[in-house]
C-alpha cells in the first residue's frame, strides 16, 4: 500500500486534492503518493519563506548554526529509516544509500561552521572602508533525483547559515526521503525558515519566474540550467547552477593495472553511473589498454546488478523509466554502428524494473553518441590513446567542463596533466572524492557559480560596502 506523504510550508505539515504517485524503479511498485502544488502552494510557501526573512537574517549566526546542527542530528537519528527508504525510492543499494545518508549530516555541519569573515579594504586616517556579506533573501533550491538528500542539504545549510530562507523543491521522481527529513526538520527550524514542496517538472518554471524568489540554486541538466538562466534573467535573480559533465578519465602508461582496474569500475557505475561526476570517459595509454581493458571487465562480471534492497547488490536500476529509455537508445545506437562490446549490450526493456546489464565498450571513436553524450548510466566506453598531448586534446573536446581524473605511478605527472584540464575539479589516483569545505562547480557548460566551502557560502549573499569617513562633519 502506497504511504501518504505532505508538504512542509510555514512550519505546518500540508496535503493538497492532488497527487503524485512515486514508484520503485526495481520493481515499478508505486510506493507512495505526494503532493502535486502549483501556483498556490508555491506562493503560499515563498510568502512563508519572505515572512520568516525579516527575522531569521537578524538571528546571530551562532544560533542559526545550532539550528543546522540539530537538523543535522534528526537525520542522522533517523538514519536506519532514511537509508532504506532512500533505496527504495532512488534504487540505489542499501551501502550507497547508508553512504548518502550518513554523508549528509556531516556536511551539513561542515557547512555550519563556515564563517564569512568582513574584509577591510582601507583602515586610514581618512576613512575605514569594509565589506560584508548579507544574505540574498529567498532562495528556491531544486533538487535533482539521483541524490536527492545529499543535494538538498547541500543547499539548505549554506543558505540558513547565511541567514537566507528556502523553498525546496526535489525532484517528483524521489521526494520521499526529502519529505520525511522535512517532518523532522518541522519543529526545530522557526516556521518559513525551511519549506518543502513537491510537485512535476511544470513547477519549476513557476519557482523560476516567482517576483519573490531573490535566487535559485539548481543541480540538473544543462538543457534544464539553460532555461532556468534565461527566466531569471527577467528580474536579475542570483543563480547558482551544476550542470552535467562528461568526465574524462585518463590512465597513464605508469599505472599499476593491478591498482586501478577496481576503482576505475566503481568511478563509472556507482549509483549505476547516475552521478554528475562519474567517469563518462576512460582513456587508457595503449602500452596497458588491452591489459587494464581486460581486468576492469573481468571485475565487472564479478559485480550483481538488480535490486538494491537486496542483499549482495552493486549496481541498482536506473532510477527512472525516461532516463531508462535513454540508455537503453545509447546502447542500440552503439549496437547499430558495430562498436564491440568487453561486457554487457542486451538490454530487455519489455521486464520489470528498469535494469541495464553493466556495460563496457572497446575503443568506440570519439563521434560515437555513447562518447560524445553524458550517458548517465551504466555504461563504461574504454578508448586508447598515444600521447599525453593528444589524451589532454581529446579530454577537452567537450561543452562540459565539471570534472575529471588522471591515474598514474607519478602524482607529480598526474598533477602537470590535471592542470591543462578544462574542468572545474580534477582528482589524481582517486574519484567522486568532494568535500564540503572546497568549491564545487562547473566550466564551460557545466554550471554558474559554486557549492561548499566559502565559496559555495557567497553565493547565498550580496557584498555590501560600508565607507565612514573619520573626520565626520558637526
Known sequence: MAVKYRNLIDGEMIETAATMEVVNPANEEVI????????????????????????????????????????????????????????????????????????GPAIMKAQAALNLDEVINEDSETRLSR??????????????WNFPVLMAVQKVAPALLTGCTIVLKPSPFTPLTTL????????????????????????????TSHPDIDKITFTGSTATGKKIMEGASKDLKRITLELGGNDASIVLPDADVSKVAEQLFWSSFSNAGQICVAAKRVYIHEDIYDELSAAIAEYAKTVVVGDGAQQGTGVGPIQNKKQFERVCELVQDAKDNGYKFLVGGDVDPSGTGYF?????????????????????????????????EEVIQRANASDYGLAGAVWTGNPEKGVEVAEQLETGTVWVNEYLHLSPLAPFGGHKQSGFGAEYG???????????????????LV
Open 32 to 103: 507512495g503518493l505526494v503532493p502535486a502544488c502549483g501556483a498556490d502552494e508555491l506562493d503560499r510557501a515563498v510568502a512563508a519563506a519572505r515572512r520568516a526573512f525579516k527575522s531569521w537574517k537578524n538571528v546571530p549566526i551562532d544560533e542559526r548554526r545550532a539550528v543546522i546542527n540539530k537538523m543535522a542530528d534528526a537525520v542522522k537519528d533517523n538514519f536506519d529509516e532514511l537509508f532504506r527508504l532512500l533505496t527504495a525510492e532512488q534504487g540505489k543499494p542499501h551501502a550507497q544509500a547508508q553512504m548518502e545518508i550518513g554523508a
Open 131 to 144: 565589506t560584508r556579506r548579507v544574505p540574498v533573501g529567498v532562495v528556491a533550491g531544486i533538487v535533482p
Open 180 to 207: 520525511r527529513i522535512a517532518e523532522l526538520w518541522k519543529d526545530i527550524a522557526p516556521p518559513g525558515v525551511v519549506n518543502v514542496i513537491t510537485g512535476e517538472d511544470s513547477l519549476g518554471p513557476l519557482m
Open 356 to 388: 541495464v546489464p553493466i556495460t563496457i565498450l572497446d575503443n568506440p571513436p570519439e563521434d560515437a553518441r555513447i562518447v560524445a553524450e553524458e550517458q548517465f548510466g551504466p555504461v563504461m566506453p574504454l578508448m586508447k590513446f598515444s600521447t599525453t
Open 454 to 472: 566559502v565559496e559555495g557560502l557567497k553565493e547565498f549573499t550580496y557584498t555590501q560596502v560600508i565607507t565612514v569617513k573619520k573626520d565626520a
